[in-house]
């Protein structure tokens, strides 16, 4: 029986596209196979190296098929479409998939294969955004419509439950819309209610996990951004350095310099945008502190970049420095000492 090396798989809902070679580089493989047959397939077969895009689905069939024996490899989908023959089909992808595998710089950017568990938590996370941005939803269409009648309300959602009391005692609101302002209250503090649940459950996790309160000591990141960055980067020593992680999150400024000039332009925003979200929003808190005043320990180096930059680069920036803190906390199993912080440089 002829020995297979590695197989690339290109998966979907119900079809399965095999292409696997040998250890000289042969194809010995070209197979498609039905989703009940995937695993009955694999089990007959000695273990090998199997790759696959990486994927939501993908982390599943990595985990059953390690259970099986075979060394699995997840490639993020952009590292695998140079290596994609001419002409889109699933027996093509399979072999662009085979292909990238035997790269020494593809197989260094592989994705951490996630436990059960931890995608459960990042689904949590999923629902609690979802759920914030029907609030936000709701919430500027309760402004819109009380603005129809003349009624306004201060920025933030804090305002919002004043704002249905107003609209419940003014009599400029004629009677039919009532039970309508009523019926967008009611949903309005369901959506709250279960905002709040999901953010206890997010908490209990913070709080039994060492990694993600450790990391919440870092000034800018909280329990939500913590867990992210755990759940996101199960295995940070993949990463060769803080600014390849930083790179990987997509806070880096994208390269486009030639003949020897230097010319960085805006971020890449290629990485993990909810992830990124999180930095950038902790780092614009802190930079809001440091400008009302009411921050007394920021680092001389971003009072020095808030006086040459606008806030928002500046916030990046903080972001960026606070993703390689993290990265170093995470692989060191350090605590966050904020002298040091101090200390460093500015980000460029």
């Known amino acids: 029986m002829v020995e297979i090396t590695r197989i690339g798989m290109d998966t979907s809902k119900s079809v399965f596209q095999l ?7 042969r194809v010995v493989l070209r197979k498609k196979l039905r989703r009940r047959e995937v695993l009955a397939f694999f089990a007959e077969l000695p273990p090998c190296r199997v790759g696959m895009e990486a994927c939501g689905g993908s982390h599943y069939w990595a985990r059953e098929l390690q259970a099986l024996g075979h060394r699995v490899e997840l490639i993020p989908p ?3 479409k140079p290596y994609v023959p001419r002409g889109k089909h699933d027996a093509a992808d399979a072999e662009g998939i085979c292909e990238a595998m035997s790269r020494p710089k593809v197989r260094q950017r592989l994705v951490p294969i996630k436990s059960a568990e931890a995608q459960a ?10 759920l914030v941005r029907q609030r936000t939803q709701l919430i500027n269409a ?9 009624l306004v309300a201060a920025k933030g959602k804090a305002k919002i439950a004043a704002l249905l009391r107003r609209i ?12 309508l302002f009523a019926e967008l209250a009611a949903e309005h503090a369901r959506l709250e209610a279960r905002i709040k649940e999901a953010d206890a459950k997010l908490m209990a996790w913070h709080r039994q996990d060492e990694q993600s309160r450790r990391l919440a000591e870092i000034p800018s990141i909280g329990p939500i951004g913590a867990s992210l960055l755990v759940l996101k980067a199960p295995d940070p020593q993949r990463f060769r350095s803080g600014r390849d992680f930083a790179a990987w999150i997509g806070l880096t400024p994208k390269n486009h310099s030639t003949a020897g000039k230097q010319r ?7 990485g ?7 930095l950038v929003v902790g780092a614009t808190s ?3 502190q440091v400008r009302c005043g009411t921050s007394r320990s920021a680092p001389p180096w971003l009072l020095a970049l808030l006086a040459r930059k606008p806030p928002k680069l500046a916030a990046v920036a903080l972001a960026n420095k606070v993703a390689r803190i993290a990265w170093k906390l995470m692989v060191s199993g350090e605590r966050y000492d904020p002298a040091r912080l101090a200390a460093l440089p500015a980000t460029t």
Request: no cysteine; glycine share 8%; net charge negative.
């Open 19 to 25: 292409h696997g070679v040998d250890a000289a580089e």
């Open 78 to 80: 952009q590292y695998v």
């Open 121 to 130: 938590a990042l689904m949590l996370v999923g629902l609690r955004e979802r």
């Open 142 to 150: 309760i402004r819109g419509y009380a603005a129809e009648f003349g």
């Open 168 to 179: 419940a005692d003014d009599p400029a609101v004629p009677e039919p819309a009532w039970p």
């Open 264 to 270: 960085l332009g805006v971020i890449t925003r290629a």
């Open 272 to 278: 993990d945008e909810t992830l990124r979200s999180q």
């Open 286 to 288: 802190v930079i809001r």
